[in-house]
């Protein structure tokens, strides 16, 4: 009996043993631990819809906290809320206390700011404005509107962009990293120059003259928006680039979806037998020729498409709701396709 209890006390004594080492251990990872001289630094991403809770698999993965740990001290001593948006500098021996204030106080390097391919401006406004404290929505509004101040960038005065549309289809899309004090101008100035960056790659140029598919930039920025929008990969994108040139040239509508769901902001790949009948210059179903300007802002293959199209024998052209597309040479061809593919 007398050993039973003995063993019964050391048993106790080591769990209180491994119980305080755990808290010693913790209390100095929550609060009193600090990196050393030798200690590597590693970039996170904060991302708008991130929280504590979801980052801490993130953190675990460059061994900057115990995932466990982490998100029982968030729980317990606060800090779900408030982080904000950015890149931000995270050493390992940081404290967790010292990791949450860094993300609290706003201490980000800077902004990283993911644009998808075929987004609209809008589209764009409401990422920029959830990345961007700063920035509200009317900020974006004067700085990609009609009457923008960047319409005066050397890009958008040589392509020709009318005055009666905004900045659509001149803003690229992809990846950038801005300080946290870049204002909406700063922003558009850097995607237009990037734009022009983009088509000077794939050599759009070529394609605007008197003898040419198009009479300005501006034009084949607009082709290039539609193609966004209408399929998805490089091969398709010049496929249906070339059909839509030999439209243009005989004087074809166009019959792009996607510029009829422009207008009613829908997303659907066939849209409805009302919406054709809209009356707007955006619905070329209705009016032949390319619209007033971009539906959207292409990526690096719609402006490469445009660029060098895939001469083919086809004017018509469906997609079905899994992507797939489907061509025709003749209207009763498609005719055929549209009762085959389309439910």
């Known amino acids: 009996m007398a050993n039973k209890l003995v063993i019964g006390g050391m048993a106790v004594t080591l769990a209180v043993i491994v119980f305080l080492s755990i808290v010693i251990h913790q209390v100095n990872r929550f609060w009193l631990a600090s990196p050393k001289a030798e ?9 708008p819809s991130d929280s504590l809770s979801n980052l801490a698999p993130v953190l675990a993965a460059d061994k900057l906290v115990n995932p466990f740990w982490f998100k029982v001290y968030t729980k317990v001593f606060g800090g779900e809320t408030g982080i904000d948006v950015g ?8 404290s967790y206390a010292e990791i949450i204030a860094t993300l609290h106080n706003g201490q980000a390097n800077e902004v990283t700011l993911t644009i998808p391919e ?30 923008s101040p960047e319409e005066s960038l050397p890009f958008v005065v040589a392509a020709g962009k ?26 558009v100035t850097k995607l237009v120059t990037t734009m022009a960056e983009k088509v000077q790659t ?5 394609q605007v003259g008197t003898d040419k598919p198009f009479k ?10 539609i193609l966004e929008k209408e399929v998805r990969t490089p091969t ?21 979806d996607s510029t009829v769901n422009y207008v009613t902001g829908g997303d659907s790949p066939s849209v409805s037998f009302d919406d054709l009948k809209i009356d707007s210059p955006y619905n070329t179903y209705m009016y032949p020729g390319l619209p007033p300007g971009p539906i959207s802002n292409p990526g ?12 083919n024998p086809y004017y018509y052209f469906l997609t079905d709701d899994e992507g797939n597309v489907y061509y025709a040479a003749t209207n009763e061809e498609h005719a055929a396709n549209k009762a085959k593919y389309l439910k």
């Not at 890149?87 to 940081?94: D, N, P, R």
């Not at 040139?245 to 792009?256: E, T």
């Not at 719609?302 to 199209?309: C, D, E, Q």
Request: charged share 15%; aromatic share 10%; proline share 2%.
């Open 87 to 94: 890149t931000y500098s995270i050493s390992e021996g940081m």
């Open 162 to 187: 009318p005055d009666g549309v905004d900045l659509e289809g001149y803003l690229f899309p992809d990846t950038y990293n801005f300080e946290q004090s870049a204002t909406a101008d700063d922003i």
């Open 202 to 206: 794939v050599n759009l140029a070529a």
């Open 236 to 256: 398709t994108m010049a496929n249906v680039a070339d059909i839509f040139l030999k439209r243009l040239a005989v004087g074809m509508a166009l019959q792009a």
């Open 39 to 47: 200690a590597q630094t590693y970039e996170v991403q904060i991302l």
């Open 118 to 147: 075929g987004f609209t401006i809008k589209q764009m406004g409401e990422r920029v404005t959830a990345s961007f404290s700063t920035i509200a929505a009317d900020d974006w509004a004067h700085a990609t509107g009609q009457f």
């Open 216 to 225: 300005s930039l501006h034009e084949a920025l607009t082709l290039a928006s």
């Open 300 to 311: 690096l293959n719609a402006l490469a498409a445009v660029a060098s199209p895939s001469q």
